[in-house]
């Protein structure tokens, strides 16, 4: 009993930890804590404690930059998740058919994820320039009415920043998807074509589910990074044409710092909390439940 | 005693004379329109992971006269490393006009402190968590990861208040304990993993002869994280490196890191733009990361898969 | 047991990965019925050798005959075997029942035939009750029985085991490997069974292959390769506590014996082969539960003093060391008997149960 409890509490392991617990209490709690307060307040350029309920949130709902920010990112984050996940997967299985050259082409895969968001903005900013990129080039080439400049128009220009998420991204997925790929038993490879099932179909209903740790963690991986979309935007469209291709992570940064509107803003971060909040929970509580049918299985 | 889902390792052979040959030795193999597809798929793919950054070394390296006739695909016809010299050194900036070269030692200067400073960080809590968790302690970690999946505008105004307050923010330290913070919950994790999985005895013998907190983790723990030190530097390194959005936030003006002189130089330029002089910076400020990725190879898809595994 | 004609053949068989070769011109023949066992060291070729008939890998040379029919270049759905792995194999997120019928529902079997194949392998091997679990519900081994099963419902006329019992305990090990045994005499098909366990190799076949580099050493029954092994590696890996090996000289003349330092033991009563040597350097090996002691070696056509060195009971009996020409010897006494350390003995045995091998070669002699 004594031993126990000199473990709890043993002195340098709380010392050692000390940058932990302000991180973890000081940002992770209070920090929030404050955020969520301010978005109930009048907060201009400073935080006040002018306390006017609900009245940010209303604004915020009201505010027609703010309801294309979430359009968008529901629409991207569908977008861009989808994509990433079907063509990182096909990419994962092409790759683990003992083909030639594995790691040259691994290496050609992922690189684009070494680079910065910011970088791959530019990059694809100018290839879809009218001017500069695709078209002129497939224009000179004597295809004089192709028209490709998805950037320019209000429409399109959320594929764009889809396919640029997809070139930088899905080389991790694809990374990913293939450790999950060779994690798997080769004797379920080979029970399976004992059992005469074609390839595709082991790939269907064997494979596949048990790779579901494998997605689950890509998955989780490119919501995170969907919800912190920022840097990409603020490159390639820097949220335009007009408000095209605002996203609620730019809308925020943009009410903090240039519209200098604290109070709006925190409301719109408590927003893009939200979710996050309430898949934490939804996974928490799955989790809860399967370590209990284990516990009750065993 | 390798056996491949789909076909074995073997070059193809040469196929027997089908006519009225009983089958003997390997199965003749054709080269089938699958295998073409396999190959078709990855070339079309690696083109289009390719073609933006070839696009982009060729136009860094024509004058801009070239590059006005559109040719986009085409090699340079008259090679030239000055747009390289103008993004390093003569690039403006709304009206600073020297390049990114600034930027770049701004880079170095935040990235460095902020590395080293997060891992000392993470490794003990990840040590402490594994072998000395105090009553409290998984509970802490839980909120660490939990703030992994936050998004960063929830915490960034109280940051900026909370720094200010102390007058840290806008300044060289300011940013580094801003990565430190940001990076925390993921190389606890990562490091809490690592230890987690060292045998426990290890730890219990090193109790048994008298060890303490910082003796184990100095002379035990330590020496046997190397490998996960490697992983973690190159996460943080390329992950510092391409950070833009704290940079813009916390560094303050005077020492705005690459990426956020980078995107000044470009998206912001009046008069003509030089698309030659962008490319090359551009190149510029990918190069660290680069490096690392194409130096570090395997280890840098160990650290993605490692920083993968959350929960 | 074995019936007349030839199950599965193969002939001159050969694999190698790049400049490895795993398997060597390796020939043979399974009659119908048999019940062979594959035995060997880890990295013999005995697995690479079941996946090869399995049709899991190309050969590099040779063929593969399975109920007449050269299989070469068949798959292995269409070869009439089904395989039980060691892993088990089991498609986890299927019930055991989706497990037993997703091979016959993807070959476009009619459904009550299905039904009738999944009941009549459930009845065999006694899974009624598990029909609806998943594997992740079942024990190691009821997981190994639902892999037999798998292989049950194929209605194949070949058997492949690939180390089936290795992942299970040892108390569970013993269970099925007699249910093995019971299947294998119920369904009276050809069964070729992989292991590095030497009781199960002993216990479950009608013939053993014993391999090593890719070779097969010796291809008899049991009995046979425990008593007359064909060449010290064979004879060392088979027998458990393991054979003494004594390092001497065979002398023929007048009369052959065996000599090591002063001792020297008749060989009067060694057949030896025809095939290899009978004089030169050599291994002579004797296995210890055929050393008497006391009265009984005295009735032995060889005895001698030794002294106790250590005693090592094991419960059904107990192993005595000491020494021999100088070398290592042990032997078996039942566990009655109490010897003390340093007791002196009178230890024999008849040389017509040894076995001679050439130093150089390992072969018999």
């Not at chain 1, 291709?245 to 909390?273: D, E, F, H, K, W």
């Not at chain 3, 050269?70 to 299927?94: C, H």
């Not at chain 3, 033991?265 to 095939?275: E, G, K, M, S, V």
Request: net charge positive; hydrophobic share 50%; with cysteine.
């Amino acid at each position: 009993m004594q031993k126990s409890w000199r473990h709890r509490f043993h002195l340098p392991a709380v010392i050692g930890t000390i940058p932990m617990i302000l991180v973890a209490l000081g940002v992770f709690v209070i920090g929030i804590g404050f955020s969520v307060l301010w978005s109930f307040t009048s907060s201009k350029l400073f935080p006040t404690y002018d306390f006017v309920g609900l009245a940010q949130y209303r604004r915020l709902w009201a505010d027609n930059r703010w309801l294309v920010s979430v359009n968008n990112i529901w629409f991207f984050g569908l977008m861009s998740i989808t994509c990433n996940m079907v063509f990182g997967y096909l990419l994962a299985v092409f790759m683990d058919q003992r083909i030639r050259q594995e790691d040259l082409f691994r290496s050609i895969f992922l690189y684009p994820f070494a680079m910065s968001l910011i970088v791959t903005g530019l990059v694809w900013q100018w290839a879809l320039d009218p001017n500069l990129g695709l078209q002129e080039a497939l224009r000179n080439w004597g295809w004089s009415s192709f028209s490709f400049a998805p950037l320019v128009s209000a429409e399109t220009a959320l594929y764009a920043l889809v396919v640029a998420g997809i070139w930088q991204g899905s080389g991790v997925t694809m990374a990913i998807l293939l450790a999950g790929l060779r994690g798997i038993d080769e004797d379920i490879w080979k029970a399976a074509r004992v059992d005469g099932i074609p390839t595709w179909r082991t790939h269907v209903s064997i494979v596949a589910p048990m790779m579901k740790g494998a997605f689950a963690t890509a998955f989780v991986l490119q919501c995170v990074g969907v919800v912190r979309v920022y840097d990409l935007v603020i490159a390639m469209t820097g949220g335009g044409p007009g408000i095209a291709t605002s996203m609620p992570a730019v809308y925020v940064i943009q009410l903090i710092t240039v519209r200098q509107n604290v109070g709006q803003g925190m409301a719109g971060a408590t927003m893009m909390l939200l979710p996050v909040l309430i898949v934490l929970a939804f996974s928490g509580i799955l989790l809860w439940r399967r370590n209990r049918l284990r516990e009750a299985g065993a | 005693m390798t056996v491949g889902p789909i076909t074995a390792i073997q070059p193809p052979r040469e196929a027997p004379d089908q006519a009225g040959v009983a089958p003997f030795g390997p199965k003749p193999r054709r080269i089938s329109a699958g295998r073409i597809g396999i190959y078709a798929f990855l070339v079309v793919a690696a083109l289009f992971f390719l073609i933006p950054v070839y696009i982009m070394i060729v136009t860094s390296l024509k004058g801009m006269p070239e590059i006005r006739l559109g040719h986009l695909f085409n090699p340079p016809g008259e090679p030239t490393f000055q747009p390289w010299a103008d993004a390093w050194l003569h690039a403006c900036t709304g009206r600073d006009c020297n390049g990114l070269s600034p930027g770049f030692y701004n880079s170095v200067k935040i990235t460095l402190p902020s590395v080293i400073i997060s891992i000392i960080c993470a490794s003990i809590n990840g040590y402490a968590l594994t072998f000395w968790p105090y009553k409290g302690a998984n509970l802490l970690f839980g909120l660490l990861v939990f703030g992994a999946f936050v998004p960063y505008q929830v915490v960034i105004y109280p940051l900026i208040i909370g720094l200010s307050s102390v007058g840290l923010f806008a300044s060289l330290p300011g940013i580094i304990i801003v990565h430190t913070i940001f990076g925390m919950p993921i190389l606890t994790l990562l490091f809490r993993n690592f230890y987690a999985a060292i045998p426990v005895e290890l730890f219990k013998a090193a109790r048994v002869d008298g060890a303490g907190f910082w003796r184990i983790f100095f002379y035990i723990m330590l020496p046997m994280s190397v490998p996960i030190t490697v992983v973690a530097v190159i996460l943080q390194v390329t992950g510092i490196w391409n950070d833009f959005l704290f940079g813009i936030v916390f560094a303050g003006r005077s020492n705005w890191p690459m990426t956020v002189q980078l995107n000044n130089i470009v998206n912001t330029t009046t008069g003509v733009r030089e698309y030659n002089v962008n490319m090359a910076a551009t190149i510029l400020t990918a190069a660290v990361p680069l490096l690392i990725y194409f130096i570090s190879g395997r280890w840098f898809v160990r650290g993605i898969a490692a920083g993968a595994v959350k929960g | 047991m074995a019936q007349n004609g030839t199950s599965v053949s193969i002939q001159d068989l050969s694999l190698s990965f790049g400049v490895v070769t795993v398997l060597e011109t390796l020939n043979l023949d399974v009659a119908e019925g048999e019940f062979i066992v594959l035995l060997g060291p880890s990295g013999c070729g005995k697995s690479t050798l079941l996946n090869c008939i399995a049709g899991l890998l190309d050969v590099s040379e040779g063929s593969i005959f399975i109920k007449g029919k050269n299989v070469t270049w068949e798959e292995p759905k269409d070869r009439g075997i089904g395989m039980v792995f060691q892993s088990y194999a089991l498609y986890p997120q299927m019930t055991v029942e989706k497990n037993l019928s997703f091979g016959l529902r993807v070959a476009g079997t009619p459904k009550d035939e299905i039904a009738k194949r999944i009941a009549r392998a459930a009845e065999i091997l006694q899974i009624e009750p598990l029909l609806q679990r998943k594997p992740a519900a079942l024990s190691g081994g009821q997981r190994q029985r639902v892999a037999i099963g798998r292989a049950l419902v194929r209605d194949v006329d070949v058997f492949l085991f690939d180390e089936p019992l290795s992942n299970l305990d040892a108390k569970l090990r013993a269970e099925l490997r007699v249910e093995i045994k019971l299947l294998h005499r119920k369904l009276q098909n050809t069964m070729i069974y992989v292991t590095h366990d030497q009781i199960e190799a002993m216990t479950l076949a009608d013939r053993i292959a014993v391999m090593k580099g890719g070779v097969i050493q010796q291809l008899d029954a049991p009995q046979t390769i425990y008593n007359r092994p064909v060449n010290r590696f064979v004879a060392g890996f088979l027998g458990s506590p393991a054979m003494n090996f004594i390092d001497g000289q065979a002398e023929t003349g007048a009369t052959a014996a065996f000599k090591t330092g002063n001792v020297s033991i008749p060989l009067a009563r060694y057949a030896f082969d025809a095939a290899g040597n009978s004089s030169g350097p050599c291994v002579f090996g004797i296995r210890p539960e055929h050393v008497a002691l006391g009265e009984a070696a005295n009735a032995m056509p060889f005895a001698i003093d030794a002294a106790v060195e250590i005693v090592e009971p094991m419960g059904s009996d107990t192993l005595v060391w000491t020494k021999l020409g100088g070398q290592n010897f042990s032997f078996r006494v039942e566990a009655e008997k109490t010897l003390r350390n340093g007791e002196p003995i009178r230890i024999g045995f008849d040389p017509a149960r040894a076995s001679l091998f050439d130093s150089q070669s390992g072969n018999r002699m």
